[in-house]
């Protein structure tokens, strides 16, 4: 079956970096769309970034574009999220997210997702 583990969360300092990680298995990763999304207590779930299959095409929020890149390695079957400048209001549940064909920013276009990893970014 599908399996997507995001790590690489933690708790750092504003200004502060992390770099997410997220291993796929079970679907030909080479061929899939990679989402990152985030999910802060008592609000919804919003893109944060998203890589095409080729990882020349990527899409960015606002709220992070300039500040976080995603990239991928799809000899390792990875994707990665780095998060620099890390403000207060990044602070979140990140997961990821998987779809074919093309980007996209909702989350309801994904097929798969895992289980998340949290970042706090304190001030």
């Known amino acids: 079956q599908v399996q997507l583990v995001e790590s690489g969360g933690g708790l750092v300092q504003a200004g502060d970096s992390l770099k997410l990680s997220c291993a796929a298995s079970?679907?030909?990763?080479?061929?899939?769309?990679m989402g990152w999304f985030r999910q802060a207590p008592g609000k919804e779930r919003e893109f944060v970034a998203a890589?095409?299959?080729?990882?020349?095409?990527?899409d960015y929020a606002d709220s992070v574009r300039g500040r976080f890149t995603t990239s991928r390695d799809n000899a390792k079957n990875t994707a990665y999220l780095e998060m620099n400048s890390l403000k207060p209001e990044d602070t979140a549940v990140y997961y990821c997210?998987?779809?074919?064909?093309?980007?996209?920013?909702?989350?309801?276009?994904?097929?798969?997702w895992g289980q998340g990893t949290q970042a706090t970014v304190s001030s």
């Open positions: 997210a998987a779809k074919r064909f093309v980007i996209s920013r909702d989350s309801k276009d994904y097929s798969y």
């Open positions: 079970g679907l030909t990763f080479n061929t899939y769309v």
């Open positions: 890589i095409s299959w080729s990882g020349r095409i990527t």
